[in-house]
């Protein structure tokens, strides 16, 4: 049987108070502001969370047999995080998406499983997204 691929793009930027240093999850949000406690952030001002993605996209996240990469660049720098799906995922945060390296699932999980949390993205990469005028685009893959 072929396995089947979705893909869903997702645009943010930098901010100064990027850290990065959160060592079991990595985040991405909607809000344009973001505190010095936001350890786990590495991109705000996203222009999807995860009530934006598409039902299809969604679903496919709930697959058993689910893989998902996630890929953030930023002025030329890639990073691959490793993760997987869960049929209990909710989908349903309004300004948020979270990657875990546990299994837990909240209404803010895109992913579970993870292979990389924010401590362990390059730190060139980091130095980047510290920049508020720097744009990423974090490409969501799902495999099934």
């Known amino acids: 049987m072929s396995k089947k691929t979705l893909i869903e793009e997702v645009t943010a930027n930098g901010h100064e108070n990027i850290k990065a240093i959160h060592t079991t999850t990595l ?24 009530n934006d993605l598409s039902d299809d ?9 689910a893989r998902i990469i996630l890929t953030i660049e930023a002025d030329g720098i890639k990073e691959q995080i490793n993760a997987c799906g869960s049929l209990n ?6 300004s948020d998406m979270v990657v875990r390296k546990s299994s837990y699932v909240d209404d803010r999980t895109l ?16 130095g980047k997204l510290k920049n508020p005028h720097q744009k990423a685009r974090i490409t969501v893959r799902v495999t099934f």
Request: charged share 35%; proline share 2%.
């Open 27 to 50: 985040e991405i949000t909607k809000e344009k502001t973001l505190s010095r406690r936001g350890d786990c952030i590495i991109a705000v001002g996203a222009d999807k969370a995860l």
């Open 57 to 65: 996209f969604k679903e496919s996240l709930r697959k058993p047999n």
């Open 89 to 94: 995922l909710i989908l349903t945060h309004q």
């Open 111 to 126: 992913a579970v499983n993870a292979d990389k949390a924010a401590c362990d993205l390059q730190r060139d990469l980091v």
